[in-house]
Nanobody, 125 residues
Framework: QVQLAESGGGLAQAGGSLRLSCAAS????????MAWFRQAPGKEREFVAV????????NYADSVKGRFTISRDSASNAVYLQMNSQDPEDAAVYYC??????????????????WGQGNQVTVTT
């Protein structure tokens, strides 16, 4: 059974940093598109970043581009999201997700078949 276990959320000050981790079990992450989404209270879930199964190419939402970095480590079979220069607008529950969809659907949450449990990120001013 495939499972994604997230860790690393918590409290950060505005301008600070946090790193989220997503450890996969039951499969090999390099075979999948691995993404991060987030959902803030009262808002819809939104795409944050993805690292593609093909070539490890990364894509980011405009709101996090230049501040967040997604990466993966084959040895630990995990995906990471380094979040720098955090803004209160970044506060949300962050989810990692796994999929095998085409490039055109990388930002569509419905195309990912496995999700982590979610991890709260709070940013204070």
């Amino acid at each position: 059974q495939v499972q994604l276990a997230e860790s690393g959320g918590g409290l950060a000050q505005a301008g600070g940093s946090l790193r989220l981790s997503c450890a996969a079990s039951g499969n090999t992450i390099r075979a999948y598109n691995m993404a991060w989404f987030r959902q803030a209270p009262g808002k819809e879930r939104e795409f944050v970043a993805v690292i593609r199964r093909s070539g490890g190419i990364t894509n980011y939402a405009d709101s996090v581009k230049g501040r967040f970095t997604i990466s993966r480590d084959s040895a630990s079979n995990a995906v990471y999201l380094q979040m720098n220069s955090q803004d209160p607008e970044d506060a949300a529950v962050y989810y990692c997700a796994e999929g095998q969809q085409s490039t055109s659907a990388l930002g569509e949450g419905g195309m990912y078949h496995t999700w982590g449990q979610g991890n709260q990120v709070t940013v204070t001013t």
